[in-house]
């Protein structure tokens, strides 16, 4: 089911809502959390049902395992060590997420390189798999430090099913998560928080079906169809890649937290105006927060234990190898690991440049960064290796300059040997307005408040009343087809 559907947000959201708050009400806590967890379970079976036993399986595993380490010390009889039950839990879970995301890339590889012909399986990914493996991971770690006390698996299983996290994020920590829902203020309809989660919700609807979604028809063509791309083909390409995936996985992350606050419950912001960074260590700051926090905790602190000696150079290599998996963890391809590889290697260099107190002036750094982090999602974009060189050949130039034929009066571009043409953008399926609209939403997104700082302003008047009512009608409107969010491939 998506967020950006009209049952979700007519029928499901609402009968979810009223069904969990009449439960507290009538104090059924128990059954108000087993309605949110049946509710999340029929969100996740929506797409396809047949994957439902994989994340019931996945919960009992993972709260399995998760108990043994908690309650381990107490055990009388250890026939195994602690940490072999945790090196099995974290295996398992990491074997499961191969199975679906990586035998097949692991398969084309090895008939790449030996010239057999062994047959891919084209496995259908479950949705989520992803987020919730590494989620429950992150569960096992903890577990295995001492830093668990649940112990309910009511409440486990509704910390990783929760449906507004569930397909993409934000990542959660349990003990973040499950405290919220035994506050008593949290067990009443706050209409404050639905007022506000209300408006999120609809600021993150139009970031994916008015502006994500319209980039989407220009970058699919560059990236997919095209057989070539001239100079502004490509840049337009790109650019307009950078921005749907921008405008598309920070809306859902609005809608996500948006949703929570309807439920009185807090998760983590995923963004914070990353387009404004100047420098990719910035950018790692605001972008996908909860996944860099994840990176930090869980690859980065444990790889730079692993070395022994800690020193800068250490570090770095820390840092890389963490970037490195975590491009590898975000899809199954060499375009993937380039994308991590290239982010690993700009995060090295920006901390050299920080150690040896190096400055430039604001502009450029941002300039910089934007590019740096607009080339890299090139890769992180297209479907091979042989796609992303079609589009950085476009940006440098390689297959000509073709600009409208309306600047055909400015002689100098015509000796600079610039082509002239009514249908200059055909390329990317582009328009006139095409580079007009990627400018604005370029400029929006690094200058303007971004959701969660509008939202703090929003008072509950009129006037603020009436843009939300407009922004709500403008994106239900806009509710044509089925068009789903692009995290979910990951």
């Not at 507290?24 to 379970?41: D, E, G, I, K």
Request: contains cysteine; charged residues 15%.
């Amino acid at each position: 089911m998506l967020f950006n559907s009209l049952v979700f947000i007519f029928a499901f959201l609402p009968l979810v809502l009223v069904g969990y708050f009449l439960l507290l009400h009538w104090r059924l806590t128990v059954a108000a959390r087993s309605w949110l967890l049946f509710a999340s379970l029929v969100f996740y079976s929506w797409w396809d049902v047949r994957y439902l036993p994989l994340i019931l399986g996945s919960i009992l595993f993972n709260y399995t395992i998760g108990g043994v380490l908690v309650e381990y010390d107490d055990l009388k009889r250890k026939l195994v060590s602690k940490k072999a039950i945790f090196v099995v839990g974290v295996t398992a879970n990491i074997l499961l997420l191969c199975w679906f995301k990586y035998l097949d890339f692991f398969i084309g590889n090895v008939n790449a390189l030996f010239g057999t012909g062994l047959p891919l399986l084209k496995i259908v990914l479950p949705l989520g798999i992803s987020f919730f493996t590494i989620t429950q991971i992150a569960f096992l770690v903890d577990a295995y430090e001492g830093l668990v006390e649940e112990r309910n698996l009511l409440n486990y299983a509704l910390f990783v099913t929760f449906f507004p996290h569930l397909l993409a994020g934000p990542i959660l920590h349990h003990k973040e998560m499950m405290p919220q829902f035994d506050h008593l203020r949290n067990k009443v309809i706050n209409w404050k928080n639905l007022y506000f989660g209300l408006a999120l919700f609809f600021i993150g609807l139009f970031k994916k079906v008015i502006i994500a979604d319209q980039f989407a028809a220009w970058a699919t063509p560059g990236f997919d169809t095209a057989p070539s791309l001239t100079f502004f083909e490509a840049w337009l390409a790109s650019l307009s890649y950078t921005l749907q995936l921008y405008f598309d996985f920070s809306g859902y992350s609005d809608m996500a937290v948006g949703i929570g606050w309807m439920f009185n419950i807090r998760l983590p912001i995923n963004f914070n105006s990353p387009y404004k960074a100047t420098g990719i260590i910035d950018f790692w700051k605001r972008w996908h927060m909860t996944l860099t926090e994840f990176v930090t905790t869980y690859l980065y602190a444990p790889i730079l234990r692993s070395f022994g000696r800690i020193t800068f150079g250490v570090s770095l290599a820390a840092i890389f190898l963490a970037m490195l998996i975590s491009g590898i963890w975000h899809g199954a391809g060499w375009t993937f690991i380039i994308w991590g590889g290239l982010h690993g290697a700009a995060l090295v260099i920006n901390h050299i440049w920080r150690k040896r107190k190096l400055s430039m002036p604001r502009f450029l750094a941002w300039l910089i960064t934007f590019n740096f982090v607009n080339a890299s999602f090139v890769f992180f974009r297209a479907k091979s290796l042989e796609g992303a060189m079609k589009v950085f050949a476009g940006m440098a130039g390689v297959n000509g300059v073709t600009m409208h034929r309306s600047l055909k009066k400015v002689h100098l571009l015509e000796r600079l040997g610039v082509n002239f043409s009514g249908s200059w953008l055909d390329g990317i399926n582009g328009n006139d307005r095409t580079y007009i609209y990627a400018l604005l939403a370029l400029v929006f997104a690094v200058t303007c408040r971004n959701s969660m700082q509008a939202v703090e302003g929003l008072k509950p008047d009129w006037k603020h009343f009436a843009v939300l009512v407009t922004i709500a009608f403008w994106g239900l409107l806009n509710i044509s087809q089925v068009s789903e969010f692009l995290y979910f491939q990951f």
